[in-house]
């Protein structure tokens, strides 16, 4: 490689007018001359000056922390540029895996279990039939005990659905309504839309590359997509694990399983490369005002970015585990849940939180506040939910019904039932339930997956709940009855459901390589 002093003119030039500093940028055109480059012309990308020093960082700090195994060791010390380094190593190497369960390996865990009964169909007639009886009794069993749930728990009334109340026809997805997007070269784990432009979609891989998706009306058109290249990445594992759209759908960030956030334009360029964090990002948010980012990592911190920096505003250091999910309150208050069982609640600017909640009994894998900001539910592997709000250091209601972890949920959009707030919640029993958040009342219980529920999605108008699961089937549930309205059977888990903005278009994110696109969604 060969670097020219008028490349890197031509680059400071470039940085100079994107700062704003108009009369140093006139003098250093007229001293280095870049006027006369050959290079004036040259489509340069905005932070490319900031995003080349950052990367000749990391390659430092690479190179100092690599032992003779060819191992980079983890220090505590951050790599400054304008500092010497006094390196304070750990012990550990970024190739270690963390030694509590976090979403990944939960991840990784279905999928062993998705081979081990892969290899259990390939054996004999005889093991076939035998290992299907055996599954059949333990679907039978988990819908029983949601029966008898249902009849002993006082706070699960007694309409609740089962499965013997829904339609005895099913109605499957038109196959002409359905789009296949190929392109990743590894499992699809995140998708958003975009809130403005319905028709573009992001996807978040482990190819180490998420892609914006332009989807077409019709299946037989040509999907047209921009790859978001996420290399050279920390450590072996190449996860793009979270993404998320600014409220104008001009900017999307991503999270990686290395630890860096990247922002990028619309158009797939790189703004700003992000890596204060020391471990795995699992959730990414942007306020509502689109001036903050918010990111919850395995390093056990939280971080508030300036997008238009791509500089930390300032690191929240509270919990003691992995943070396995954020949310924003409102433009300057967020939400943190934690495998230490925590939920924190913080405000920029103040150093010490304004609510430390433990209730729980187990990780807390996520949190979201209600859309009027009022209220915060939370879900756990202690087979619980929570409602939670500021005026109370206690759950103001506790959600009792799954059988087995409950891995997410969500509230239903700006929507009531009755003068009800309506939350769903996803579990590991293979249900999905609906509930009166403030009463702690269920409402329905959805069953018609086989495996743990991983993500669901309302509708924009609560009309609609998806629900995706690793036991590859996406099914779309009318929220008014409980009745199950479609189903589509994919090639792989489903990892991440979402419905567009107008509501037209359901994207699932599945574990063989592919998105998944239902048009028509409102007929």
Not at 24 to 39: G, L
Request: hydrophobic content about 35%; glycine content about 6%; overall charge negative.
């Amino acid at each position: 490689m060969v670097l020219t002093s008028e490349e890197v003119n031509i680059i400071i030039y470039k940085y100079l007018q994107e700062s704003g500093f108009r009369h140093t940028s006139f003098a250093f055109q007229y001293e280095s001359q870049v006027e006369k480059s050959a290079y004036r012309d040259t489509h340069i990308q905005p932070g490319a000056l900031i995003n080349i020093i950052h990367k000749g960082l990391q390659f430092m700090e690479i190179e100092a922390h690599m032992n003779e195994e060819g191992e980079l060791m983890e220090c505590t010390v951050p790599f400054s540029l304008l500092e010497p380094h006094h390196c304070e190593l750990t012990g550990n190497t970024f190739n270690t895996k963390p030694v509590r369960t976090t979403k990944r390996q939960r991840k990784e865990t279905e999928k062993k279990q998705q081979k081990e009964r892969e290899k259990r169909a390939r054996k004999d007639v005889g093991d076939d039939e035998e290992s299907i009886k055996e599954e059949n009794e333990t679907v039978k069993k988990v819908i029983k005990e949601d029966e008898d749930m249902a009849e002993s728990n006082p706070i699960i009334p007694a309409n609740t659905t089962s499965e013997s109340s829904l339609p005895t026809k099913i109605t499957e997805v038109d196959p002409d309504d359905v789009i296949i997007l190929k392109g990743h070269k590894s499992e699809v784990f995140s998708c958003a839309w975009n809130p403005v432009t319905t028709s573009l979609l992001a996807s978040g891989s482990g190819d180490a590359t998420a892609r914006l998706w332009h989807v077409p009306e019709d299946k037989n058109e040509a999907a047209n997509s921009i790859t978001l290249n996420h290399l050279p990445n920390l450590n072996d594992n190449k996860d793009v694990t979270t993404l998320d759209w600014n409220p104008t759908g001009t900017l999307l960030v991503t999270g990686s399983y290395d630890g860096q956030a990247r922002i990028w334009t619309q158009k797939g360029q790189l703004r700003f490369v992000m890596a204060q964090h020391r471990g795995p990002i699992f959730s990414l948010k942007w306020n509502m005002k689109g001036d903050l980012i918010l990111s919850g990592s395995a390093d056990t911190t939280t971080i508030v970015w300036d997008p238009e920096t791509g500089e930390m505003k300032q690191q929240f250091e509270h919990h003691m585990l992995a943070i396995l999910d954020v949310d924003w309150m409102d433009n300057t208050t967020f939400a943190s849940c934690s495998s230490d069982r925590t939920i924190y609640v913080c405000k920029i600017g103040q150093t010490k939180p304004l609510k430390k909640w433990v209730g729980h009994e187990d990780e807390v894998n996520a949190v979201r506040w209600d859309p009027s900001g009022q209220y915060l539910a939370s879900c756990s592997d202690d087979m619980t939910a929570k409602i939670w709000s500021l005026s109370s250091d206690k759950p103001i209601q506790q959600i009792k019904g799954h059988t087995l972890q409950i891995y997410t949920l969500q509230w239903a959009p700006n929507q009531q039932k009755d003068g009800a707030k309506i939350l769903a919640t996803a579990s590991f029993d293979s249900s999905v339930r609906l509930w009166d958040a403030l009463s702690g009342t269920c409402l329905y219980v959805l069953n018609n997956h086989t495996e743990a529920v991983y993500s669901i999605s309302f509708s924009p108008d609560a009309s609609l709940l998806a629900s995706g699961s690793f036991d590859e089937v996406l099914n779309v549930w009318d929220t008014k009855d409980g009745t199950l309205k479609k189903t589509y059977k994919a090639d792989g888990g489903i990892f991440e459901v979402h419905f567009s903005k107008n509501g037209e278009k359901l994207a699932a994110c599945t574990s063989n390589k592919q998105v998944v696109i239902l048009n028509h969604m409102n007929k």
